[in-house]
């Protein structure tokens, strides 16, 4: 009996929460009506119900519970909507995101707004966009922010890099329709604030649906001119190169690889050779991996791996 005591407080003991404060300067920045905000998975998304409080000069603050030794992805809101977010770029953040771990409560550094605490210039390294959709935000691999592929490329470029991962689930190359990747945060700060070395762009999967191709079928090939022509007349003047969407296999999302193959592909070739851009093979690379794409649309760690190695080739090794 003295047993079987012990395993039921072994099971129903509650999980510790760690009480965690995060504090952010807003210095230079006109607060938005709605106030500061916080969102990400530190708090299961919820945008406008985590409003910080300004707790002396330019400086917010908000305290939340959290699971020790577990990480955590979140950014700031000038706001209360999903346009609001700040974009920090270096080693606070990832794609804009910054990254906690805790072991018990805290009380974490000031932030500024839009940027890293640690001394960082963007002009010291070979700066990498990585242009995507939800493939390239790392949708469905465990901890994304660390195992996504633009992280792991990242590792094999080194220090002298900086990729940014600029991936926006749900969003199509084709211009006029809803879920656009043109209307996004995302396209906005790689033109602006990072200014690209190298652009990989790595779009079209969501393009394929139904309710979209039957739309931008007949105008992809020029919204994908204008796509290019945008990084291409940027002050740093970005090499591009155009990877293709991965294999697609059965899944629910209404995404058909029949026209990946057959419509979308053969137009990124096609655009890809009269502009004299190098094409990445990642449909191709992808194929025979059904069990590296648990969902048939996005790729676990190992399907992102394999991603990540044939971008590195070309952008290295050729």
């Not at 959709?133 to 691999?141: E, K, L, R, V």
């Not at 309710?211 to 970005?238: K, R, V």
């Amino acid at each position: 009996m003295k047993t079987l005591c012990y395993i039921f407080l072994f099971f129903t003991l509650p999980t510790y929460a760690a009480k965690v404060t995060l504090r952010v300067d807003m210095a230079g920045f006109k607060i938005h009506t709605e106030g500061i905000h916080l969102s990400g998975n530190i708090n299961n998304w919820k945008l406008k119900e985590t409003q910080l409080i300004n707790t002396k000069g330019t400086i917010y603050e908000i305290t939340l519970e959290v699971e020790p030794k577990k990480t955590y992805e979140y950014k700031y809101f000038n706001g209360a909507e999903w346009s609001t977010g700040e974009y920090a770029f270096g080693p606070c953040a990832n794609g804009g995101f910054r990254t906690i771990q805790v072991d018990g409560d805290s009380i974490l550094p000031i932030v500024p707004y839009n940027g890293c605490t640690e001394k960082f210039d963007l002009k010291d390294k070979i700066r990498i966009a990585c242009v995507g959709n939800s493939i390239t935000y790392g949708h469905g691999i465990p901890e994304r922010f660390a195992n996504c592929y633009p992280t792991q490329l990242q590792h094999m470029l080194g220090e002298n890099y900086l990729v940014n991962n600029f991936g926006n689930s749900g969003r199509t190359l084709s211009k006029d329709v809803n879920d656009s990747y043109w209307s996004t945060a995302a396209f906005t700060q790689s033109h602006t604030t990072f200014l690209p070395n190298k652009v990989v762009i790595m779009l079209g999967t969501n393009d394929s649906k139904p309710q979209i191709w039957d739309i931008s079928s007949q105008h992809f090939e020029s919204d994908l001119n204008a796509f290019i022509t945008s990084y291409q007349s940027l002050s740093s003047n970005p090499e591009i190169y155009l990877a293709t969407p991965p294999m697609i296999y059965p899944n629910t999302f209404d995404i058909r690889n029949q026209i990946v193959e057959k419509e979308i592909i053969p137009i990124l070739i096609k655009v890809a050779k009269e502009r004299n851009i190098k094409i990445i093979p990642i449909h191709e690379a992808t194929k025979n991996m059904k069990k590296d794409f648990p969902d048939g649309v996005h790729p676990n760690y190992k399907g992102a791996t394999v991603i990540a190695e044939e971008i590195y080739k070309k952008l290295i090794r050729e």
